[in-house]
């Protein structure tokens, strides 16, 4: 048996606890929240809507104190980028003599420049860990990443609505095939979550980006989904503009994600789902601006800038979005 911990139970974390939890088995599957967010799962349980489903499940325990809950084989990390660091110590808590940490999020995560104990140059990085907190206490031997394709909203407090996509990535910051991976993919999978071993989590994450960096960065500034943005003359070729220069900055970290461009660019203002289905489809920056929450801009947008200024690969158009929204941030905060 395994003990499972999802850490966040919002938008992502809360559809992902709910498949884990539906799915039964002998695994016990117990999750952080807070906030509105916790007392509307421990008053009514935790409530899944999609489209031929809708189902209500009880987690094993649900908690706002992590150190309650009995040390996790495996930790689903579904914070926000931001919201890390200050967690760190309470993951590494959580974790057992053999656990591992799973980090869902958008963007580029913390652990990126660990490649294995031999690796010279891993260091944290101060965009994503400005105190180095989750590099010293969780350790990037422990982490694993996450790439996930999966459209989700908190309609209310306890309850989140699957929109569209069901599509999650996998891979060890060193590339290995490890057994800790391929459980958690097991486990996904059969949970009905569409679950993949990749062999190249950083190429996954650049992937992903030639989506999330023009999507996420627009939506939130001008508050359109993403099937509003063809209604505005030059949106679309401002977002085509950000996927080019993401291609070029990935292919200066040693990712070649120019096979994936045009498909990025074709889906542009269109709503396309990466399965292919129709939705209207609120990026999560979107989510935080209309709920007055801090958005990942580190994670999508500033780390990304902060590679193109150490490989000196011109952005023009992230150097000119980035501070637009983090001067929206600063009016949110």
């Not at 309470?90 to 591992?100: E, S």
Request: with cysteine; aromatic share 4%.
């Amino acid at each position: 048996m395994m003990k499972v911990c999802v850490f966040g139970a919002g938008a992502i974390g809360g559809y992902l606890a709910a498949r884990l939890i539906h799915a039964g088995g002998e695994h016990q599957v117990s999750v952080v929240a807070r906030g509105a967010q916790l007392r509307g799962i421990v008053d009514g349980g935790l409530r899944l809507l999609a489209q031929d489903e809708d189902f209500i499940v009880r987690p094993h325990a649900v908690t706002d104190s992590p150190c309650q809950l009995a040390p996790q084989d495996l930790v689903f990390v579904a914070l926000k980028s931001h919201a890390q660091p200050a967690a760190a110590r309470d993951i590494a808590a959580l974790l057992g003599p053999d656990g591992a940490a799973v980090f869902v999020n958008n963007g580029i995560p913390w652990w990126w420049t660990y490649h294995g104990e031999a690796a010279p140059d891993a260091r944290p990085l101060p965009l994503l860990d400005p105190q180095a907190a989750l590099w010293n206490s969780v350790g990037p031997a422990r982490a694993m990443g996450c790439v996930v394709y999966s459209a989700n909203e908190i309609v209310q407090p306890g309850v989140v609505r699957h929109v569209a996509n069901n599509q999650w990535l996998l891979g060890e910051p060193d590339r290995t095939r490890s057994p800790r991976l391929l459980a958690a993919v097991e486990l996904m999978r059969h949970a009905g979550l569409q679950a993949t071993a990749a062999a190249d989590i950083r190429h996954c994450v650049w992937v992903k980006l030639l989506r999330n960096a023009p999507l996420n960065t627009i939506c939130a500034l001008t508050r359109l989904p993403a099937d509003g943005l063809s209604g505005t003359p030059g949106l679309v070729d401002l977002c085509a503009a950000v996927i080019d220069e993401v291609v070029a900055i990935a292919a200066a970290d040693g990712s070649d994600v120019s096979g994936q461009a045009e498909n990025a660019k074709a889906a542009l203002g269109l709503g396309a789902a990466v399965d292919g289905s129709r939705a209207t489809i609120r990026p999560s920056m979107l989510q935080d601006v209309l709920q007055n929450r801090r958005m990942e801009v580190d994670a999508i947008l500033g780390q990304v800038q902060a590679f193109a200024r150490a490989s000196a690969t011109p952005c023009p158009t992230i150097d000119t979005l980035l501070p637009l929204l983090r001067g929206l941030g600063q009016g949110i905060a």
